[in-house]
């Protein structure tokens, strides 16, 4: 038994009956090309469905006129979308998984990096996060959206869908319509709360004359936006009532965040509790008239799903970025198999990936969309020829290989120079955000371990030590140190790293200075979330950064946060300056920087303490001594080019399964 007794039970609502309580939300992929299903769009949606989960909803559809040709997305547009349809509806389907789509319009709204010429809205009301100012849409205009939506609804159900889902939050078109925030218009459907619901009001009723009551009709509506004179959670409610009429909607659920400054609500990262929005979900039930609602917001672990469904907060679950990361979510959770989930690190790379815009990727999952994301395509069976392996340093990269080849029946030794694994993972994890990292190492060294393989803790290893086990197959995963680069001639001052000082401060309690200055010439999110936990530490911190942005490379909803916290904290961020060190001034408690852009010179006063955060070479010592040995290990991670998580956790990976 799982112990998931709620999370199990069948769900009745509109015409489907649903054998559990775990939907897939809607997630874009950016698997279609040219309005086509693609073999890894499919794969996508199938895994999920063979994984368990009762219903999956879809990313959206191309159903308007002025959609067509969003090559990401399926065509339900016309006619000639429909074979592309029955194949993704069939392939999920046929697993016992119900498959509805999700129909929307981003209207004025984008955050991608993507050009986009023509957008249109309910008023000519400038883009919150852009600015742009989008053409305002004619009654008939509306009128003839209204139209296109519900014949795109039938085409779907003709399809083999099973229903739509109306996204109206997130700050999309229909949510623009909500907000008084975005909508000024005079005509019916604008004005005041009422008038600006019209929208949706007609929109489901127009859908519901094309399709019957057999067709599943679902909303996702917004709860607090943060838009100023938007919605709240009193106003949510109060929208919620009129439209969730159980003759008419099978389903809510509730949104928080929109196209502003605060669109990273949509996607809770690591510095959020579990389950976030779970309590005030809950509150917004009691306007649902018994629609049964979907819980939504960072629902990690089986155990959150269930406690939501105990406390009355939701009725189902839908979890999307950790069913990214692990399509078998729902049946390891409710087969007992819940410790061999495959961890999700609320790091926000997909959404990353659809924003740029690319596929969908994930940090944890590098076989996304393909059949060897599911545990039951890889039967492990002896190998006709076993190995020996050796594997160097025990942090992300070498604990994957590890795993892989372990579980492929090869014999294993794994040396790592600390008595505990992870490497800079581990110091990452315990830094704020960063707990998810820990079930990264702590997954791989668990599937290694039960695998049988070898650990030698605490041994910095030797070609010496490598050459004793015999190896056929040597993987190296040293990982990557981090040397004070001088940025100019005369500074030669030997400076603490950042990790040096973080360890420190993680390993004793009380204020450790008055001002401490932070040199991030690496430009990595973990330099920031290293700055809020050294801000509790002393008394001011302040940043000199050569970057124009600060932590520029990570996605836009991971630095929307990471900006209101250093900001809360008090945390001093200068960009594109370069320091200039000198002993007198650090006796002084000075640090002198110049502009990097105008050569105009500054100076940091009150530093009693400094670290710096600089580019990571790859550790090459043990590389070069096996050579010599005429040993050709593999190089996997930061020991062959210091880059992400993503990158260690799939060549790794790929190294492990490489030997077979």
Known sequence: MSGFDLLSHPLNFGALRLKNRIAHAAILTRYAMAERATDRLIAYHENRAKGGAAMIVTEAVNALPSQAGRGAYLNAHSDSGLIDLERL?????????????????????????????????????????????????????????????????????????????????????????????????????????????????????????????????????????????????????????????????????????????????????????????????????????????????????????????????????????????????????????????????????????????????????????????????????????????????????????????????????????????????????????????????????ARALAAGARFELGVNATAADVARFEPDTVIIASGAETPWDRPTPDDDLPLPTLRAVVEDALGRTGPMGDGLLLIDRDDSIWVYRAAELLADRFSSVTILTEWETPAQREPLVVRQGMLERLAAKRVRVRTHCRVELSVDNLMEGTVDFYHLLTADRGRVEGVDAIAHASPRRPRTDLLSALRQRDYAPLVVGDAYQPRALMHAVAEGRRAGRSLN
């Not at 008419?248 to 502003?260: C, L, S, T, Y």
């Not at 393909?370 to 942090?395: H, N, Y």
Request: glycine share 10%.
């Open 89 to 445: 509806a069939n392939a999920v389907t046929r697993h016992d998984c119900r498959i509805l789509a999700q129909i929307q319009e981003r209207g004025r709204g984008n955050y991608s990096r993507a050009r986009i010429e023509r957008t249109f809205a309910p008023s000519a009301l400038p883009d919150d996060l852009t600015g742009a100012v989008p053409h305002a849409l004619s009654t008939g205009e509306v009128e003839a959206m209204i139209e296109a939506f519900a014949d795109a609804a039938r085409r779907l159900q003709r399809a083999g869908f099973d229903g739509v889902e109306i996204s109206a939050g997130h700050g999309h078109l229909f949510h623009q319509f909500l907000s008084a925030h975005s909508n000024q218009r005079t005509d019916r459907f604008g004005g005041d709360l009422a008038g600006r619901m019209t929208l949706l009001l007609e929109l489901i009723s127009a859908i519901r004359a094309e399709c019957g009551r057999e067709f599943v009709l679902g909303l996702k509506l917004p709860a607090e936006d943060g838009d100023p004179n938007g919605i709240d959670l009193d106003q949510a409610g109060r929208i919620a009532a009129p439209l969730c009429d159980p003759a008419e909607i099978d389903f809510v659920a509730f949104a928080w965040g929109a196209q502003n400054r605060h669109l990273y609500w949509h996607v809770p990262d690591g510095h959020w509790a579990r389950a976030p929005f779970a309590e005030r979900t809950g509150e917004l039930r009691r306007h649902a008239n018994g629609v049964p609602v979907m819980g939504l917001g960072r629902i990690i672990d089986p155990n959150e799903g269930e406690a939501i469904l105990a406390q009355g907060q939701a009725d189902f679950i839908g979890v999307g970025r950790a069913m990214i990361a692990d399509p078998e979510w729902p049946a390891k959770a409710l087969g007992g198999r819940g410790h061999s989930i495959r961890p999700c690190v609320s790091c926000n790379t997909c959404w990353a990936a659809i924003a740029d815009p690319t596929p969908l990727v994930c940090d944890t999952n590098p076989d996304l969309a393909s059949s060897s994301e599911l545990s039951t395509s890889k039967p492990r069976i002896a190998v006709p020829d076993r190995r020996r392996v050796v594997v160097v340093g025990a942090g992300i990269a070498g604990l994957s290989a590890a795993a892989e080849a372990a579980e492929a029946g090869h014999c294993v030794t794994l040396f790592h120079a600390n008595t505990d694994v992870g490497g800079r993972a581990r110091t990452a994890a315990r830094l704020p955000g960063g707990e998810g990292l820990q079930g990264v190492y702590d997954f791989d060294a």
